[in-house]
């Protein structure tokens, strides 16, 4: 199983190390953890299911800094013999995502909010690798983890009950803008009430608390959001995220499986 932190073999490790040496980060030591969680077994083939997570400490100048982050793999062997192997380390759209919408309240009254970043910063912090017992947990986690970010900010939520609108979560259900990527980033886009974020034009605008949202395959459909917890000594954001649980990674994602050339991101800095 050494092959699975063998950077010649992987390609996403290998990418997540260029990139860091190419920014110049000094990596000190990378740990990694292994944990088989399921085996199924024909004849003489063996699927094997596994998480790994990966820690990397960093020197940047005269200060350390962790990265890490938790991902899924799948191997196939025949007999002992390796056969096919595959890592995910972030995930296509959850069964929602179809659910597209513009979300356009210029008639609406602006009720204004004092934002307190440390506070989303610090919950970000808190469960960037654990799921907080207050909200349901969903497969595809990472839009509901900011919006829970954002909300321990103090952005307030409106809409309820019609999950089309506003921004919201419930005991029993939850806007779509709460849970889904693509539905959050349209929402940010065009809210005038309530939570509300203004577009920038590239990620070194953003402050901590900020979130940027990520079309992997530049089609207009956006599949995965982050939340800005730190900034490097280039002024460049880190960010935490879950699905493929993450935390200061760099904000590129140049290191994900799912990254392809026609990436486009969105870049929105919170009101308040």
Not at 9 to 31: F, M, S
Not at 69 to 97: L, N, P, Q, R
Not at 147 to 173: E, H, I, V
Request: glycine content about 8%; some cysteine; aromatic content about 16%.
């Amino acid at each position: 199983m050494d092959r699975l932190t063998d950077q010649q073999e992987e390609a996403w490790l290998h990418h997540k190390v260029v990139g860091l040496e190419e920014r110049g980060k000094d990596i000190q030591r990378v740990t990694f953890h292994l944990q088989p969680y399921h085996r199924q077994s024909y004849d003489e083939s063996t699927i094997l299911y596994y998480g790994i997570g990966i820690s990397i400490l960093l020197k940047e100048g005269q200060h350390f800094y962790l990265e890490e982050g938790t991902y899924k793999g799948i191997v196939w062997f025949d007999g002992e013999k390796w056969v096919k192997h595959e890592m995910e380390t972030e995930t296509g759209s959850s069964e929602a995502e179809r659910v597209t919408s513009a979300f356009v309240e210029k008639d609406e009254f602006n009720r204004a909010f004092t934002y307190n970043r440390r506070e989303a910063v610090r919950y970000a912090e808190r469960w960037w690798n654990s799921y907080n017992p207050a909200y349901r947990h969903f497969d595809v986690d990472c839009t509901n983890y900011i919006s829970q970010c954002l909300r321990a900010g103090g952005a307030p939520m409106w809409g309820q009950p019609n999950r089309s609108k506003g921004w919201w979560y419930g005991s029993k259900t939850w806007s779509y803008s709460w849970a889904v990527a693509n539905s959050l980033r349209w929402y940010l886009s065009g809210s005038r009430k309530g939570l509300t974020a203004v577009e920038k034009s590239s990620a070194d605008q953003l402050s901590l608390g900020d979130v940027i949202c990520y079309d992997f395959e530049g089609d207009g459909r956006y599949n995965h959001n982050t939340i800005v917890v730190k900034k490097d000594a280039n002024g460049m954001p880190l960010v935490n995220a879950h699905t493929s649980n993450s935390r200061q990674r760099y904000w590129a994602y140049e290191d994900s499986t799912a990254y392809t050339p026609n990436i486009k991101y969105k870049f929105f800095h919170i009101d308040g």
